[in-house]
């Protein structure tokens, strides 16, 4: 049974940071892309970060690069976002995704909400 527990998620000043954890469970983690996506109320969900498997090649959308880091630990079967410098527009549910590189077998969490407000 696929499962992921997302966690890390909350309450920020602008400018503050914080740590958003997947941890995955029920299938071969390291070999699939992990990304976190995020969705703000009114608008459609979009990529944030990617990072493969193997290489661990971290992949940035434009508004979040040089402030938000993702990286993996696949001997924890974990992802990780680290989110620095945090602005109202990154207010969003962000969702922890796993797609296979060949077949494209996708699963996703259930998401966690990162508020960013004064």
């Known amino acids: 049974q696929v499962q992921f527990v997302e966690s890390g998620g909350g309450l920020v000043q602008p400018g503050g940071s914080l740590r958003l954890s997947c941890v995955a469970s029920g299938f071969t983690f390291s070999i699939y892309v992990m990304s976190w996506y995020r969705q703000a109320p009114g608008k459609e969900r979009e990529l944030v970060a990617s990072?493969?498997?193997?290489?661990?090649?971290?992949t940035y959308a434009d508004s979040v690069k040089g402030r938000f880091t993702i990286s993996r630990d696949n001997a924890k079967n974990t992802v990780y976002l680290q989110m620095n410098s945090l602005k109202p527009e990154d207010t969003a549910v962000y969702y922890c995704?796993?797609?296979?590189?060949?077949?494209?077998?996708?699963?996703w969490g259930q998401g966690t909400q990162v508020t960013v407000s004064a």
């Open positions: 995704k796993a797609r296979h590189p060949w077949t494209t077998e996708t699963y």
């Open positions: 990072i493969t498997g193997p290489g661990g090649t971290p």
